[in-house]
């Protein structure tokens, strides 16, 4: 029987309610008084020198309170990165200044010349028109492996070339690797580009900065995963402003999928300039200028090669991938394609020995940061197409090879320097091959061939990486934050929680499923327990919402805290039942003296907290509000079986999904209802890059896809109802929930099983095809099939 | 500037609109109802979506200019009085058809206008009525799932929320 309430329960979200009848609060609702807007001048070239910018006529423009250029700047720090790779002979990576707005050359398309201050966005937009930029256009670089060549433009003058960092995983492991693959019985290799997504959360980005000139305090509203380290690293690295004197305020935020984790040059726009003028500054994002000013994902090519003994046992694996970092570092740029993808490139396979290069490099374009599974879709896609194709090669089941593979033994050391604790891969495909009616596929691709079409099965597994951690491992590996979480729960005198979490919800639905873990450790009624997010005035220090970390990492320190809080109550307890503290049960908001009928309710316990009476004032303090920060030992590590069933028409390659399903092991489940929506949101995503979507520039460094024209977003009719099962559950051993995280695991599942689909589909047409690039377009199908 | 007047949600309201005013922007700032969003500036995400006169539009689409005098549904008007959700939008959080909620005030009016149109539309003619509608985080699974329930239809047999 599925549970009503508690751990395992699946109640209707509560913030639903605001968000259904147009209450919800996202920034731009907020109107701070006499705020005044910013219109950024952005670069339409990619790469120029800036001789000089006129902004005579454009300063006395009606409404126009200042205009800003790289020269206001120049005392100020830029926009820093925070993550730093050393590469594979032990250098640091090559790490470029970062202005605010830019100074001497803009390096892509979007990049911020001037930044106009008006009265009102028209004016401010008016103004913009009438600044004179005299550019003196320079070659743009674009690709990647261009970028490289002896010769090349440099994007950063003061760097040696346009290569930021050459990283090497596991270095010591290269030459048993080359080795093993001299000794191979059988190798595949498989060449392909993991395309350039644009994140496209609904909400575009928006930034109000605020300051107060009797308190010297400034406040930035923004649209952020993570308001303490927006704080942390705009006070400390671009603005010089403590943590006392600044608020980051992150309210109702619209979706971020990564791209709202980083800091942008737009917040210490707006922070610097309500300072300078002592008003607020709103800026709102246009989607237009989304397009060119959101950090981008993926952007990977990669060469992968696959060994196999006689008996198709996995011997070693080999990548060489390029990894487009963009004009400058975004924020956690450097660890996506490296720490992040590396560890990964075991995925759910006994392969002994690995080795993983990687070249960072710097082109002409937005830069590029983590998007939703961030490196994790990358190792998985290259691993998962790759096996595919050595089944194809060896014809052998693409499920018997890799099941044939699969770890099976936990705790399993990978040879990428990660430790799986749990995981039951053989159960998650045994899920997926009940769900998706393997037996009935044969027919159902006879029924298709009788009207003309292609049917195609692929499947795929994958393990995803949660929860990132501990913070002294991932210093070492080039962090420069701490990546624990925080959470204080206060309990008021009357009995109500609010918990105030680090953690930051933008769809994840925290407010109801982290109320579900506290009412069941206490035993009282969810609704007694409310959580408080994204304000850093309110919340203690934590690192907010990426990665699949809120429930594995979050939910651990909020455990935490209620534990202490379960303790100290216990003591009162004890004191007003007059019994041993040891002897003291709580069970269904009661706390009652074992082997008695003795009982005190929750509601009393805090009341004489606070109304500290007869209470044991010399042994513990009147109160009851605890904090924990949680440091997690292990990464956690989801895995599952995915399956994508397509039918493509041969007259014109348009593919379509039929079916699709997923089999997750997500450890113990919260709320069922919110896991089986975020695995539904993640298959949406990955099959939009599988079949869709695509950032592409033209050899100018002109984003060609800028808009919601151009930019193919899933819609309603590209994708079916997904197929979702949990059942496999193996808990996670290291954290107090047994959780794995959910967030990410439908993106980075889904885009093999659709291309392996894709590419099955086609060869049961005859077309000896092993690959196609995504986006999986008609063109490129078409293309594919007639050569 | 001009003086536009409209009845929205049954009241009737004023502001200052200058020609370019988008409807969208003077329900968000002039008025204050800031529960219809604004997503892109191409006309495709349908996060805006009101109705002018009974009917479906996307009010970045228009002009506030256009709407004087007309009759305006928002997504603020759809609940009673007392806040209690209507049956579209109850179906919405029973079966979890939103994350974010930023496409959502979008989906509930576009919905409604199928709905009205069309009581008991099929899974194929839902989401062939949500094309102009982006959502980038539900899959649009639980959102044609929630729409095909407000009309009444057993949605049982449609895998879990």
Redesign the interface.
């Known amino acids: 029987m599925p549970k009503d309430s508690g751990i395992g329960a699946?109640p209707?979200?509560r913030?639903?309610?605001?968000?259904?009848?147009?209450?919800?609060n996202?920034t731009?609702?907020i109107?701070v008084n006499g705020q005044a807007y910013v219109h950024f001048l952005r670069s339409d070239v990619a790469h120029a020198k800036i001789n000089g910018i006129n902004l005579d006529a454009a300063s006395v423009m009606p409404g126009v309170i200042k205009i800003f250029t790289g020269a206001d700047f120049e005392g100020v720090g830029g926009i820093p990165c925070g993550w730093q790779v050393t590469d594979r002979h032990g250098e640091p990576m090559q790490e470029p200044a970062h202005p605010v707005l830019a100074q001497g050359k803009v390096r892509y398309v979007g990049d911020q010349i001037a930044a106009v201050v008006a009265e009102t966005l028209?004016q401010a937009r008016d103004a913009a028109e009438a600044i004179e930029v005299d550019l003196e256009e320079l070659p743009a670089v674009v690709d990647m492996k261009a970028a490289l060549a002896e010769g090349a433009t440099k994007v950063h003058d003061d760097l040696t070339s346009n290569l930021c960092y050459d990283w090497g995983f596991v270095e010591e492991n290269k030459p048993a690797v080359d080795a093993a693959f001299e000794a191979a019985a059988h190798v595949t290799t498989l060449e392909l580009r993991n395309n350039r997504l644009v994140a496209?959360?609904?909400?575009?980005r928006v930034a109000i900065g605020d300051f107060n000139r009797a308190t010297g305090e400034s406040t930035l509203y923004t649209t952020s995963q993570n308001p303490h380290v927006i704080r942390l690293l705009m006070g400390a690295f671009v603005l010089g402003i403590p943590e006392h004197k600044l608020r980051v305020v992150a309210p109702?935020?619209?979706?971020g999928?990564g791209t709202k984790i980083f800091h942008y040059a737009e917040e210490a726009f707006c922070t610097f300039a309500a300072k300078a003028l002592n008003r607020a500054v709103k800026w709102t994002s246009?989607?237009?200028e989304a397009f060119i000013s959101d950090a981008h994902g993926r952007d990977h090519v990669t060469k992968i090669e696959l060994a196999l003994d006689a008996e198709n046992n996995f011997t070693a694996l080999r990548t060489d991938t390029y990894a487009n970092m963009g004009a400058y570092l975004s924020t956690f740029a450097p660890s996506v394609p490296t720490w992040l993808h590396g560890t990964l490139m075991a995925g759910n396979y006994k392969t002994p020995l690995i080795y993983v290069n990687v070249k960072a490099v710097f082109t002409n374009t937005v830069p590029v940061d983590a998007y939703r599974g961030a490196g994790r879709p990358e190792a998985t896609y290259q691993l998962e197409r790759v096996i595919d194709k050595a089944a194809r090669e060896l014809g052998v089941d693409p499920i018997a090879l890799r099941r044939q593979n699969f770890i099976t033994e936990f705790p399993y050391a990978t040879p990428v320097a990660v430790e799986y604790d749990t995981g039951d891969y053989n159960g998650t495909m045994d899920a997926l091959e009940k769900m998706a009616d393997l037996s009935g596929f044969e027919a159902r691709r006879k029924e298709s061939e009788a009207r003309g079409k292609l049917r195609g099965f692929g499947v795929n597994c994958y393990i995803e990486a949660c929860g990132i951690a501990p913070s002294n491992l991932v210093g070492q590996l080039g962090a420069r934050a701490g990546l624990y979480e925080s959470a204080t729960v206060r309990v008021n005198a009357t009995g109500g929680i609010v918990v105030m979490t680090g953690s930051h919800s933008?769809?994840?639905?925290h407010e109801t499923s982290f109320p579900q873990v506290i009412a069941e450790m206490i035993g009282i009624d969810e609704s007694m327990v409310e959580i408080e997010h994204g304000d850093t005035a309110n919340t203690p220090m934590g690192m907010g919402t990426y990665g699949s970390r809120s429930i594995a990492v979050g939910g651990s320190a909020m455990v935490r805290a209620t534990e202490k809080i379960i303790a100290k109550a216990k003591k009162i307890a004890a004191h007003l039942m007059e019994a041993a503290e040891a002897d003291i049960e709580l069970k269904d908001g009661a706390f009652s003296v074992a082997g008695t009928d003795k009982s005190v309710a929750w509601g009393d316990v805090t009341l004489a907290a606070y109304v500290p009476h007869n209470y044991p004032l010399e042994d513990i303090e009147p109160g009851l509000e605890e904090t924990a920060f949680y440091d997690p030992a292990n990464f956690t590590y989801p895995s599952g079986a995915y399956a994508c069933e397509v039918e493509v028409d041969p007259d014109t390659g348009k593919v379509t999904i039929e079916a699709f399903n997923a089999a997750d092991d997500f450890g113990n489940i919260i709320n069922?209802?919110?896991v089986?929506?975020q695995v539904?949101?993640?298959?949406?995503?990955g099959?939009g890059q599988a079949l869709l979507e695509n950032a592409a520039y033209d050899e100018n460094g002109q984003l060609l896809s800028a808009?919601?024209?151009d930019y193919a977003?899933?819609?309603?009719?590209d994708?079916p109802?997904?197929?979702?099962d949990h059942s496999s559950q193996t808990p996670c051993t290291h954290n107090p929930l047994g959780v794995k995280g959910c967030g990410e695991a439908?993106a980075i599942g889904s885009p093999p099983a659709v291309v392996n689909a894709v590419v099955d589909a086609l060869r049961s047409g005859g077309h000896d095809i092993h690959h196609i690039d995504m986006p999986v377009s008609p063109s490129r199908v078409w293309q594919a099939m007639n050569g | 500037m001009s003086q536009v007047t409209m009845t929205v949600n049954g009241k009737e309201m004023s502001g200052d609109a200058?020609g370019?005013t988008l409807l969208s922007q003077f329900l968000?700032?002039t008025l204050g109802?800031?529960?219809?969003?604004?997503?892109?500036?191409?006309s495709?995400?349908g996060?805006c979506v009101v109705h002018v006169d009974g009917v479906a539009v996307k009010a970045c689409t228009m002009l506030a200019m256009e709407a004087d005098g007309a009759s305006v549904d928002?997504?603020?008007g759809?609940?009673a009085p007392d806040?209690t959700?209507n049956a579209l939008?109850q179906a919405?959080?029973?079966h979890?058809g939103?994350?974010?909620?930023?496409?959502?005030?979008g989906m509930?009016m576009s919905a409604a206008d199928l709905l009205k149109n069309n009581p008991t539309p099929t899974?194929?003619e839902?989401?062939?009525h949500?094309?102009g509608?982006?959502?980038?985080?539900?899959?649009?699974?639980?959102?044609?799932?929630a729409i095909m329930a407000a009309s009444g239809q057993d949605v049982s047999s449609?895998?879990?929320?």
Not at chain 1, 18 to 23: D, K, N
Not at chain 1, 252 to 255: H, L, Q, Y
Not at chain 2, 98 to 105: D, H
Not at chain 2, 133 to 145: A, D, P, S
């Open positions: 699946s209707k979200r913030e639903d309610v605001r968000f259904l009848s147009g209450t919800g996202y731009d609702d109107q028209e496209n959360p609904m909400e575009p109702d935020v619209g979706g999928f246009t989607r237009s933008h769809g994840q639905g069922p209802m919110i089986d929506g539904h949101g993640g298959i949406g995503q099959v808009s919601y024209m977003m899933p819609r309603a009719s994708v109802f997904y197929g979702v439908g | 200058e370019r968000r700032e109802l800031t529960g219809t969003h604004v997503g892109c500036d191409t495709q995400c996060a928002t997504i603020e759809q609940a806040g959700l939008q919405f959080q029973d979890h939103l994350q974010c909620g930023f496409c959502t005030p509930i899974e194929a839902v989401r062939h949500l094309e509608n982006i959502c980038r985080c539900t899959g649009y699974h639980n959102i044609v799932k449609i895998a879990a929320e």
